[in-house]
Structure formats: structure tokens, C-alpha cells
């Protein structure tokens, strides 16, 4: 059977009811931006865009080309598309209303607008991470503060992985589907429909050389794993890292596993690695419509209320029973130490 089009399924969608035209549309932007940044990296030294862009983001991270490239070209997409009230991205300080009031529409966007960014100069897959919100009622020029929604609000979240093929995975709250970009044609095309993340695995993700930072849940646990089939576990587990958050996630969405990036001694005052609204979040609503889970290692994700628009988070996602066993040496060492 012929895949349908990206275009097709948001229009279905509509018709069913369950998203309005406004983010149908929205959604397409994002889709197009993302076409327009994967474009980009595909031109890769030839097209000057490798390499460091000489700045800092307000994390404190050095800026690559391509991060501040990416931001501008969804920036540039969304203020004009009428379907946006403001938007909030790893790159920028602060959020931004959308500048023409008579342009603002009902939603909040928040994005990494290229993941996964010390990958990029070793032609290593990279990503883009997204997130939609309800601008709250009443809200004309929505600050910082109206972004601060739990995971659980989300309308819709996706990411794009930039690698051999160039993949949209998307979720409005009825499944998560995979989209495939037909370069040729530039239409993005259903490859997978209704993903299911398995719910048990043999494959884990993490940084390891940050071993002797984790804290002790996170020490038993991955000790556990590393005796195999003659430990408590009773099997061989293997390990990945591609140290691009999308890309890691994509193979769980393919065939399952357990992704991590826990409290370390180094991120502790942070609160964690990774950031809570624009890619624990998303990632954590396109898995568990997928059947997986995500925690914190002592909270379901999607139930964090938010303070801070770059705020940090532990994580733990994919298949669901390994991320129970995983909250499991959490609550275990909470109770007994
Ligand atoms: O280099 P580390 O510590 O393994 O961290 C890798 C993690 O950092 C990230 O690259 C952070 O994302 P950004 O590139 O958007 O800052 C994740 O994609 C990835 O999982
Ligand atoms: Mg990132
Ligand atoms: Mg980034």
C-alpha cells in the first residue's frame, strides 16, 4: 500500500477531530522548517555550515553554527505562520511573543532546534526536538511564566533525526507515527503507523564515563545490568551511545531499550543534563504513546510542574518495564538507602 503524506495524516486527523486546523497548519510549518534545516546539514563543509559559531547560549554551552542556524530558520518559519501566540528554544534566554499581535495565534512552541550538536562535525546523526502548548486563556502576549506547563498539557510534540534518511516522529495524542522525508519529492511519507516501543528489552543507553558521578540507585542499577545472565537480571544486556539524544530515542522507537541520563555529581546543582520542556518532555509524550514510559528515576515526566523554561530533569525512557525496574532501585534506595 502506498504511504500517505504527512499532509494527508494531519488532514485526517482534522476531519476526525482530533487536532483543529490551526495546529494541522502549525505542524506543517515545523515539518517545512525542518526540511529547511535538514537541507542545511546536508550540505555539510561544502556548504560552510560545520564548526563553532563563536558564541554561548544561556546554558553556558558553545554555540555551533548550525544550532544558531537551525534556531533562525524555525524562528523565521513561526513568526509569520499565525498559528503561534510566542515561542521558547534552547538558544534564546528568554521565550518571545509572537511580534505581530495581529498575528498571534493560540499556541506556545518550544524546540532544540538542532540536538545532539557536539555530533555534527563528525557527520554523526543529529536532531530537531518540539513541543506544543495551549497558550493560556486570556493570554495576548504570553511571558516565560505561561510556558511553565506540565507535560502532561502537551497538544503535540515530534522530533526530526537527521541521519541516513531525514525522520519526522510525531504524536498529537493519538499514537506516535513515523514520517519519512522522500527528499526528492520533499514530502515527508508514513513509513510507520502507531509504534510500539517493546515493553521489555536487552539494550541500554548511557554515558558511562560518568560512572563514578551517578548516584547509588544508578550505580546498583547499572551494575546489575552489567552481570548479565548470572545476575539478578538472569540476561546479557548490550549498550549503545550515540551521545545525540534524538538519535539514541529513534532506536528505541525502533526496537526498543532503555534511554538514561541520570543525576551526576557534575549536573546535581543543575538538576540534570537534559532539559525538561523542549526534550525530556516531547521525548517523554511521543514514548508513552508508543506504550513506553519516561520518569525522572522518582517521577512520571509528564507530571513535573515546571519552574524554569531551560530547567534540567534526570531521565529515563523506552521500553516500560525496563523503566520500571530502573524507578524501582530508585524507590528502593529512597526507603532504604
Ligand atoms: O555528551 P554527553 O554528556 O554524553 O551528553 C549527550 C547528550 O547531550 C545532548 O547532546 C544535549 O543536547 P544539545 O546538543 O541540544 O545541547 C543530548 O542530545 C545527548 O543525549
Ligand atoms: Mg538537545
Ligand atoms: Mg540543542
Redesign the pocket.
Known amino acids: 500500500m502506498k504511504p500517505i503524506s504527512l499532509t494527508r495524516y494531519l488532514i485526517e486527523e482534522q476531519h476526525a477531530g482530533r487536532i483543529n486546523a490551526d495546529l494541522r497548519l502549525l505542524i506543517e510549518v515545523v515539518a517545512r522548517a525542518c526540511k529547511s534545516i535538514s537541507i542545511a546539514i546536508g550540505k555539510g563543509a561544502l556548504g560552510g555550515v560545520l564548526g563553532d559559531a563563536g558564541t554561548g547560549n544561556i ?1 553556558g ?1 558553545a554555540q555551533k553554527k548550525l ?1 544558531v542556524l537551525s534556531n533562525d530558520i524555525l524562528l523565521e518559519a513561526n513568526a509569520w505562520g499565525g498559528h503561534l501566540a510566542g515561542l521558547a528554544s ?1 538558544e534564546m534566554d528568554h521565550s518571545q511573543p509572537i511580534p505581530d499581535a495581529a498575528r498571534r495565534g493560540n499556541y506556545l512552541l518550544l524546540f ?1 532546534p ?6 555534527i562535525d563528525v557527520n554523526i546523526s ?1 536532531g530537531t526536538i518540539f513541543s506544543v502548548l495551549r497558550c493560556p486563556d486570556g493570554v495576548t502576549t504570553p511571558g516565560d511564566e505561561h510556558f511553565l506547563q506540565p507535560g502532561t498539557t502537551q497538544v503535540c510534540a515530534g522530533y526530526t533525526t537527521y541521519g541516513p534518511s531525514t525522520m519526522l516522529v510525531l504524536t498529537v495524542g493519538h499514537g506516535t507515527h513515523v514520517f519519512t522525508l522522500d527528499r526528492e519529492v520533499g514530502t515527508f511519507m508514513m513509513t510507520r503507523r502507531d509504534v510500539q516501543v517493546p515493553a521489555d528489552t536487552k539494550e541500554f543507553a548511557v ?1 558511562m ?2 560512572q563514578r558521578f551517578w548516584e547509588p540507585p544508578m550505580q546498583r542499577y547499572v551494575a546489575d545490568l552489567l552481570k548479565g545472565k548470572e545476575g539478578p537480571r538472569g540476561k546479557d544486556f548490550n549498550m549503545r ?6 538519535a ?1 530515542v529513534h532506536r528505541i522507537i525502533t526496537r526498543g531499550g532503555i534511554f538514561s ?1 541520570p543525576l551526576d555529581e557534575k549536573c546535581r546543582e543543575k538538576g540534570g ?2 532539559r525538561l520542556m523542549y ?1 525530556a518532555n516531547p521525548m517523554a509524550f511521543i514514548i508513552e504513546q508508543a506504550g513506553g514510559a519516561a520518569s525522572t528515576g522518582r517521577q512520571r515526566m509528564l507530571e513535573v510542574q515546571p519552574t524554569g523554561l531551560h530547567q534540567r530533569v534526570p531521565v529515563f525512557l523506552g521500553s516500560r518495564n525496563e523503566v520500571a525496574e530502573a524507578v524501582r532501585y530508585h524507590e528502593q534506595f529512597d526507603r532504604e538507602g
Open positions: 546554558q554551552e544550532d534552547e532544540d538542532l540536538d545532539g550538536s557536539s555530533n543529529v554515558n564515563s560518568n551511545w550515540v551521545a545525540s539524544m534524538v539514541d541520563y543534563k537534559l526534550e
